[in-house]
């Protein structure tokens, strides 16, 4: 297990502060479900600033490669991960509620104890929402399949061939 880094998140981005590091995939148990193995880690960077507005916010990098399931063929994926978001911090439920109404921010709750792990796992949770895929052909199942029906067919792969002759006849 990877040291789990806590921090005054107010404090943090008014003291400009700024901590990097790397996170193991197997500390990140929330997003197990998702990935095909637990191979690898992430490299984070977490910074304090004002955004233009003078709101405390924090500054996130993550990079990293995850292996995912293809939604096509269950096989294992590789992800490439490259992420950079500024999350505003408010103080209550109700300032978060008038952030998330507002596409163009990000917001979360200002806390004394915010879980660099646990905020790092979110955003690659939230990034992941789009169904992912192999490329085009790509896939094992595909390549398996394609497999089959060069032994099995034989026979059928003459009619494309037949009919296609049959129609330049014609012509
Ligand atoms: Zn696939």
Known sequence: ????LVIDSLDFARNAGSRHGKI??????????????QEGELIYRISGR?????????????????????????????HHIDLQTFLILVK????????DEDDTIDAILAVPDLDV???????????????????????STL???SAESDLTG???????FAALAALKKTN
Do not use: W
């Open 1 to 4: 297990m990877s040291d789990r």
């Open 24 to 37: 193991s995939l197997i500390d990140f148990t929330r997003l197990h479900d998702l990935l095909f193995d």
């Open 50 to 78: 004002y955004d233009k507005n003078e709101k405390p916010g924090l500054y996130i990098e993550i990079t990293g490669k995850i292996h995912l399931n293809c939604q096509r063929c269950l096989g294992k994926l590789v």
């Open 92 to 99: 209550n439920e109700e300032e978060l509620d008038l952030a």
């Open 117 to 139: 792990t646990h905020l790092i796992e979110d955003e690659v949770i939230l990034s992941l929402s789009i169904a992912s895929c192999h490329a085009e052909g790509e896939c």
């Open 143 to 145: 390549k398996l399949k």
């Open 154 to 160: 034989k026979t059928q792969s003459a009619h494309p």
